[in-house]
């Protein structure tokens, strides 16, 4: 694996500074957990990865971070173990009450948390930890975001917190940080369990509490004060099928799975989605099948029965193993011959390295995915100059989450103060990377409801999802 240094990283992950626009962002540095809790980080953290390519010398995928640009100053500032929280109120708190469920102020306090990984920082080589890349580029987008807020008039006090993507850290700042306590709005976090400490703290504290990026799975319940961006799982198989049943007939649909308890679970929600809408579970079944072969080229595996000699058939792959999808997209190309096949596929195919994209051409791949930027777009391509002159590098696609989530956000509350969460399910708007249709969902059985109940709901979710097409070796918009 390549290691990478870059001289001018290092003052950023140690960082308190103040924007002299309209916010002030600092960051604080808490009490280390003890030894055991420490160590369990490492668990969580390889989840992230930065960009894999083939290096021709070593034979071998490397990751390849690339930060450039010259980034923000920074000072640790300790926080006693015992914080006592004042009281919550600011010069911001004076304001107009228009109604019971918000209150319009001269200025507004936003927490980002994200998981810099500060902690992380080898001084000995000079290295920051390649894990923290994505926070950083998403927290750079955010600052562009500001720019535009505060020419809009939009005030916001803004605290910057480094969660280092462990749950026992984010718990301790719930607990001890004053900023948290006293803000209007907190986004961040990149990780379930870290998210499900800020989501247990805004809905104990009646915090609005974003999640810009993971797409969880029944993270909370009867939670309002709770809003994820990135749709789950069960969004994108509805969102797949809707898709699949407006060209095909269920006959022509074959979902497969192997013998994997979360792959039989997609499998599930794609079965559940065809049957919502068709209004009926005596409606006429897809196709289910659940592949045991264990072969790592699944020669026991005929794909040939499955393919319709007349009528497209509609493949879906419940599925993001590597390995296994190239098994099946191989098995799936010899034996098509002259049969139409189109194959719908997981958000992560995108990021897959070692599978030829002559096969996504050939197997007219499909996938959803909640991010799409256009290339041809004329406001996309601004971005990525002001971007590039800004910081010296592309953004990536965590600083459009980070631009399009901080300007959705601040005007929100511009236009409806504190109690904007009651206006989200009106006010859908584009963003450079996504469309913002955040709606109320309902992610846990309520059973058998009534009366009030009927209006009870787990949290607020973004349902909008893109079906992509790869055509011309890159993934587009599909009709």
């Known amino acids: 694996m390549r290691s990478w240094t870059n001289n001018k990283l ?28 420490t ?31 010259t980034l923000d100053t920074i000072e640790w500032k300790d926080a006693p173990v015992d914080v006592t929280i004042p ?4 010069p911001a708190t004076q304001g107009e009450i228009v109604d019971e469920n918000t209150e319009f102020l001269s200025s507004y306090n936003m ?22 890349i994505p926070a950083l580029n998403f927290y750079e987008g955010a600052k562009m975001a500001f720019d535009v807020l505060a020419g809009e008039g939009v005030n916001l006090d803004v ?21 948290l306590q006293n803000a209007h709005l907190v986004i961040g976090s990149f990780r379930n369990s870290t998210a499900s400490a800020l989501a247990a703290f805004a809905k104990k504290n009646e915090k609005t509490f974003v999640s810009p990026i993971y797409p969880h799975q029944n993270l ?13 799982e069960k969004a994108h198989a509805e969102a797949v099928m809707q898709h699949v049943k407006n060209k095909f007939k269920p006959e022509n649909i074959v979902v497969f799975a192997r013998s994997d308890a979360q792959e039989i679970r997609l499998m599930n929600y794609y079965l559940d989605a065809h049957y919502a809408i068709e209004g009926s579970t005596i409606a006429d079944s897809i196709k289910l099948v659940i592949i045991d072969d264990e072969s790592p080229s699944l020669d026991n595996t005929d794909f040939e029965p499955y393919m319709d000699d007349i009528n497209t058939t509609a493949f879906i792959i419940a599925s993001s193993s590597q390995s296994f999808v190239y098994a099946m997209l191989r098995n799936i190309d010899l034996e098509k011959e002259d049969r139409s096949i189109v194959v719908y596929g997981q958000p992560r195919w995108k990021d897959f390295t070692q599978i030829s994209y002559q096969y996504y051409e050939t197997m007219n791949i499909h996938i959803s ?18 971007f590039y002159n800004k910081y010296g ?36 708007k584009d963003g450079l990377h996504t469309r913002y249709d955040i709606q109320r969902a309902v992610t846990q059985s309520k059973g058998s409801v009534e009366g009030d109940a009927l209006n009870q709901f787990d949290q607020y979710m973004n349902k909008h999802l893109n079906i992509l097409e790869f055509s011309g070796y890159q993934f587009r918009k599909a009709d």
């Open 10 to 37: 290092f003052p950023l992950l140690l960082l308190l500074f103040f924007f002299s626009f309209t916010a002030c962002d600092s960051f604080k540095k808490i009490q280390s957990p003890d030894k055991t809790t």
């Open 39 to 69: 160590d369990s980080r490492n668990d969580e953290l390889d989840e992230i990865q930065g960009k894999r390519v083939f290096n021709p010398e070593t034979g071998e995928y490397e990751v390849v971070i690339d930060v450039t640009g």
């Open 87 to 90: 009281p919550i109120s600011s």
């Open 111 to 132: 927490v980002l948390a994200l998981p810099f990984l500060a902690d992380k920082y080898d001084a000995a080589e000079d290295k920051i930890d390649r894990r923290s």
């Open 159 to 179: 605290n910057v917190l480094d969660t280092r993507a462990h749950q026992p850290t984010t718990i301790q700042l719930t607990n001890n940080n004053y900023e």
């Open 220 to 232: 909370t319940t009867d939670n309002p004060y709770f809003i994820q961006l990135n749709p789950s």
């Open 369 to 386: 995915s909640e991010s799409y930027l256009n290339p041809d777009d004329y406001t996309i391509q601004t971005f990525k100059e002001n």
């Open 393 to 428: 590098m592309p953004p990536t696609t965590e600083a459009f989450k980070g631009y399009d989530s901080v300007l959705y956000f601040g005007r929100m509350l511009k236009e409806f103060g504190t109690g904007f969460r009651n206006k989200l399910d009106v006010n859908p």
